[in-house]
């Protein structure tokens, strides 16, 4: 399954891309989500894009943030 994202990532204050409105824990385990898990995500994505209509990109999705989520998932 293809990935979601836009290349326009940026999260809010909740981690949440303001591109493609997949929070960082999904973001950084897309690639190793099942088929299922990720049509799961896929199907939130509508809701959340009205959900956080007119929020802005607070922050970038830095390696740094992207390494402490690694981090937080593997425990």
């Known amino acids: 399954m293809h990935s979601p994202c836009v290349a326009r990532c940026g999260l809010n204050e909740e ?3 303001m ?3 997949r929070h960082i824990d999904e973001i950084v385990t897309w690639s190793s989500a099942s ?3 990720q049509q799961q995500i896929i199907d939130k994505l509508a809701d ?3 959900q956080f209509l007119g ?3 607070n922050q970038t999705l830095s390696r740094a943030k992207w ?3 690694e981090k937080r998932l593997k425990r």
Do not use: S
């Open 67 to 69: 390494l402490d989520a």
């Open 19 to 21: 591109g493609c409105f």
């Open 15 to 17: 981690d949440f891309c």
């Open 55 to 57: 929020e802005t990109n």
């Open 35 to 37: 088929d299922e898990q």
């Open 48 to 50: 959340r894009k009205q």
